[in-house]
T-cell receptor, first 115, second 117 residues
Framework: EAGVTQFPSHSVIEKGQTVTLRCDPISGHDNLYWYRRVMGKEIKFLLHFVKESKQDESGMPNNRFLAERTGGTYSTLKVQPAELEDSGVYFC?????????????FGEGSRLTVL | AQSVAQPEDQVNVAEGNPLTVKCTYSVSGNPYLFWYVQYPNRGLQFLLKYITGDNLVKGSYGFEAEFNKSQTSFHLKKPSALVSDSALYFCAVRDRRFTGGGNKLTFGTGTQLKVEL
């Protein structure tokens, strides 16, 4: 069974440019999460989808970040325009509906470097 | 608000020796507690969790963790470390009262474990 896949694995962009990160969750997982780890710091929650609906987006830093999950399958996270402080590793995770006791399946992360 | 503290950025241990990676937490209600591990160039991988019941939880690869409510701690332990255990370890907490569905976890900053021969 394929795990959570993320693309790209690494993206280097200039400040002011746009980047779109993609996440394909494990097939059948209704819950999809985005987390971010800024250099050396804790992994922080960004948002949570249940199917195509945003369940909780309280962790989104600002309106430069837009997450979508059209059709309830894969998700994209767009940063526009990117700023230096957006650099970090963006993790996607998924879990089955109803399993709300913490076991998430994570992708390998997308490392974003903003110059 | 909930938080997790991992006081050590790095832990070094010799292979065959016991290891401990420390974690303390703060949460308003009763916690769900977790350990995740990240091997080089890999995603985070679930290791173990405390939900209820026995305070000593056993997980993958011989790891275990002890929930201590009075000390608000959930230290990760292993009796005999292996070089292959070298990785980045994250402790996480979720408030048990959060019933909105899903798994919004609060993570610590991570502890790099280095096991040497």
């Amino acid at each position: 069974e394929a795990g959570v896949t993320q693309f790209p694995s690494h993206s280097v962009i200039e400040k002011g440019q746009t980047v779109t990160l993609r996440c394909d969750p494990i097939s059948g997982h209704d819950n999809l999460y985005w987390y971010r780890r800024v250099m050396g710091k804790e992994i922080k929650f960004l948002l949570h989808f249940v199917k195509e609906s945003k369940q909780d987006e309280s962790g989104m830093p600002n309106n430069r970040f837009l997450a979508e999950r059209t059709g309830g399958t894969y998700s994209t996270l767009k940063v526009q325009p990117a700023e230096l402080e957006d650099s970090g590793v963006y993790f996607c995770a998924s879990s089955q509906e109803g399993t709300n006791t913490g076991e998430l399946f994570f992708g390998e992360g997308s490392r974003l470097t903003v110059l | 608000a909930q938080s997790v503290a991992q006081p050590e950025d790095q832990v070094n241990v010799a292979e065959g020796n016991p290891l401990t990676v420390k974690c303390t937490y703060s949460v308003s209600g009763n916690p769900y507690l977790f350990w995740y591990v990240q091997y080089p160039n890999r995603g985070l991988q679930f290791l173990l969790k405390y939900i209820t019941g026995d305070n000593l939880v056993k997980g993958s690869y011989g790891f275990e963790a002890e929930f201590n409510k009075s000390q608000t701690s959930f230290h990760l332990k292993k009796p005999s470390a292996l070089v292959s255990d070298s990785a980045l370890y994250f402790c996480a907490v979720r408030d048990r009262r959060f019933t909105g569905g899903g798994n919004k976890l609060t993570f610590g900053t991570g502890t790099q474990l280095k096991v040497e021969l």
